[in-house]
């Protein structure tokens, strides 16, 4: 603005030494991309998760993880994870991870391989909507 | 013939006792660890508030024993947490399991 408004010889030279001018920081870069990433990030659309729908999904998750205390039996033997009231955005990450090989449970990969990113996210809305008290912590 | 059979009944008891007792874990030592290393993310009571994090509290415990080990090994490949469970012990790794699995449940087997 001072550039603009400058028309003196001083003025000139003052914008010849690049005192006025200075290119943007990488900071100020930046902080400009932090403000504007997640506003991308929405307009892209990470699908919104419908719990009803979600609801409906649940067949070839519910013979695992809707069966208080069972247990894996393939590759190795433990506890199937309980995920009734986890971060919905957590069990999204889980099911992509699974889906892109960077977890590697067979069963799950195979899951997930077939699952739309608005199946992931209905899903992750119904486990992630929190549980009833009354079901069972074990 | 009953002394033969209290003798008997006794030496299973024992080594029943033996073999439940190799593997425990400690949760108070696990607590202490999940000051150092957990917290900051996971919540003392492994209860996270960050939707990125996953809650922990109640959790089965052989299978956090189990995600804590591959990432240890690198089976589970997680920048933050291969440096988070990469130092610790085998031991320490089953005492965080034993104390998250004795936090408050958050979370259930949900049909």
Excluded at chain 1, 20 to 42: D, Y
Excluded at chain 2, 35 to 62: F, I, M, W
Excluded at chain 2, 74 to 88: E, F, T, V, W
Aim: aromatic share 6%; net charge positive; proline share 6%.
């Amino acid at each position: 603005m001072r550039g603009l408004a400058c028309a003196s010889r001083a003025c000139v030279a003052k914008l010849d030494n690049r005192q006025s001018f200075k290119m943007p920081s990488l900071k100020f870069i930046a902080a400009v991309l932090a403000l504007v990433a997640p506003g991308l990030a929405w307009a892209q659309g990470a699908p919104n998760g419908d719990t009803e729908a979600g609801a409906r999904k649940t067949p070839m998750c519910a013979g695992c993880h809707g069966i208080p205390g069972w247990r894996t039996a393939y590759p190795e033997v433990y506890g199937v994870p309980k995920i009734g009231g986890q971060h919905s955005a957590y069990i999204v990450k889980a099911l992509q991870a699974y889906k892109s090989g960077e977890r590697n449970h067979p069963s799950m990969k195979a899951i997930a391989a077939n699952l739309s990113d608005q199946d992931m996210a209905d899903l992750a809305a119904y486990y992630g909507a929190a549980p009833a008290r009354t079901a069972s912590n074990k | 013939m009953n002394k033969a059979l209290s003798t008997l009944f006794a030496v299973l008891a024992l080594g029943f006792g033996a073999a439940t007792s190799a593997g425990a874990a400690d949760p108070s030592a696990g607590q202490a660890k999940v000051k150092e290393v957990c917290q900051a993310c996971h919540g003392l009571d492994g209860n996270s508030q960050t939707p990125d994090y996953p809650k922990l509290g109640g959790q089965r415990q052989d299978y956090l024993a189990k995600a804590l080990r591959d990432y240890k090994s690198g089976a589970r490949k997680n920048p933050i947490m291969a440096g988070m469970a990469g130092p610790l012990s085998a031991e320490d790794l089953d005492n965080l399991a034993a104390y998250h699995a004795a936090q408050p449940a958050v979370l259930v087997a949900k049909h």
